[in-house]
Each structure stands twice: as structure tokens, then as C-alpha cells.
């Protein structure tokens, strides 16, 4: 969202700088040519709300919504909505410059509009680059820490802000650390690559973070084991199927130690063991600059058990504060 809202900033702010030097230049003083300027104005203000209404209802749908900058679907609604507003647009703007005492009424609007996106929006983004961002949680991975329909934020800078167009951090207040809660672009480059049962390609997720670089990660029965030591399972975290566990996966048995870390560490241990390794996983060795994350809804959760380390440079933030519904108002933990 904040690339989306960056661009329609910079646009608005290029209109507006082009309307000032055509206003003292008193350029547009024909009919047909202030119908245009008009037009260009309702179609960038119309491209502009259906993308941000389109990414906002994907994003009130579920989480994990795409995080590129801009899906062909949302392109093409976009763009035709910005031509019909772009006639209608024409239509009005030539007809006022038919008038003497109407000529400048759009263009004065126009131009104070796009003077107040381009502060609003740009800062909008700006915020929610390096600050904070606000998601939904629509699915029960991570209960009973995050429930469905909480609404929440991510602080952006605990682990460094972002250099823009890079993946590159900086000013880091604290490394990522064993337990904390994070949002991250989903770790596969592969948009054909099937995990879970679905393409999970540019989705963002929300998971807890179980195990930091060179730490050695296994499951067994169920339980989570670090460095040999077994884990103590989050308060608020469940096992949903009880004492019914997976068995463990004559496959992966027969895996060497380096082809099934290889395996896990390139995405695609769960393709070759079929989704079957929940209860029996690893063990793995975490790589420098990667995290391994679990969901706290344990037998409910597509994570690194399934499709690998979670790199450095894709981590978002950290799950912050909870603020809505009022009845669930708090810090994560």
C-alpha cells in the first residue's frame, strides 16, 4: 500500500508543480486545452481512489495480500475508471471555458486539490514506509495470540528503517530476537511454487519468530526443540488436534542430513515430502540472516516447517499493539 500511496503523491505533486507554471504562463486559455488539463486531473483522481479502494478491500479480505506495486487486475480497473472520469472530466472542463466567469473555477480546485494529496498522501507513505503500518488478521495461525479480526500495528523501525528501493536497513534499535511476533513478505521468489496447497508468492504473513541464525531447529512429536532443548510452548498457543499427531515421514528418513537442509533452505522440502512433516520436522540448522517462524496455532499453521527460512530482508516489522476490537486493546507478546 504505502508504494501505491507514494506514487499517487509524486503524481498529484507533479500535476500540481505543472498547473502553477502553466497558471503564470496563462497557457491554457482555450476551451479545448482547459477541458484536457481537467481531464488529466479527474483521471488521476480517479485511478487514484479505485487502486486505493481495491488494495483496501483485499486488505479487509484477508492478510496476506500481494505486495507488489501494482497486480494487472487492479491496473485495468484502475485505468478505466480513470478514462471515464477523464470524458466526463473533458466535457466539464471545456464547457466552463466557454464561460469567462467559470474559466478558472476547476482549474483553482483542481489545483488545491492535488496540492492536498500530494501533503497527504505522500506523508501517508512516508509513515507507513518507516513507521508504523496497520493490518487485519483474518485466519487463526497464530491463536490465541492474534485472533481473527484483529486489527493491528507493526512498528517499522525496531529492526532499522528501510533504505528505499534497496533492501538495506538502518539505525536498527534491536536485532530480531527468539520470540518475537513479525510480519514478513512471504520468503519464496517462485510465483509457481505450490506450498500449503496454494501459491503463497508476494503475501505478507504474521508469524513467531522460533529460531535465529545458527540456532539447530527440530520438531518431534509435536514439540518444538532448539539447540536439543525443548521449548516451552507460548501461553497463548494451542494444538488444536490433541494427542493426534502426524506420523513421522519414511521419506524424510531416508533424506541425508544435507539433502533435506537443502531442501529446507531452498523452499522446497515441502513439495518432496508432500506437506507431511508438522509433528516430525529437521533437524535444521538456521542460515546467517535468515529466521525460522512458526505460528502459535501449532497443527493450524503454514510456516517455516513447510517452506523455509524467513530472510533478513524480507522481515516488515514486529507485531506491535493490537488496537481494535476495544475488548482486545494491547501490546503483543
Known sequence: MEGRLFF?????????????????????????????????????AAFSAVLVLMVSMQDRARFAAPSGLLSSSEFYFSLAAAAAAALLGFWRGRRAGNKADTQDYYLAEDLEWSETVFSAVLLAAVLMYFVLQAFKI?????????LIGDHLFVNKFIYGFQIPFTDKRALALRSVKQGDVIVFRFPDENP???????????????????????????VKDGVLYVDGQKQPTPPEAKYVDGPNRQPESLLAKSLS????????????????????????????????????AMGDNRDRSCDSRYWGPVERKDIRGKAWFIYWPPSRVGLIH
Open 8 to 44: 499517487i503523491g509524486l503524481a498529484m505533486g507533479a500535476y500540481a508543480w505543472a498547473s502553477r507554471r502553466l497558471e503564470k504562463s496563462e497557457s491554457l486559455d482555450t476551451p479545448n486545452k482547459i477541458g484536457l488539463w481537467h481531464a488529466l486531473f479527474c483521471a488521476l
Open 138 to 146: 483474518p485466519s487463526g495461525s497464530m491463536e490465541n495470540t492474534l
Open 257 to 292: 542430513g544435507k539433502q533435506y537442509q537443502t531442501l529446507w533452505q531452498t523452499h522446497r522440502l515441502d513439495a518432496v515430502l508432500q506437506d507431511v512433516q508438522r509433528d516430525y520436522f529437521g533437524p535444521v540448522t538456521v542460515p546467517p540472516g535468515d529466521y525460522f
Open 192 to 218: 509457481d511454487a505450490q506450498h500449503c496447497g496454494s501459491s503463497q508468492y508476494g503475501k505478507d504473513f504474521i508469524k513467531r519468530v522460533v529460531g535465529v541464525p545458527g540456532d539447530v531447529v527440530a
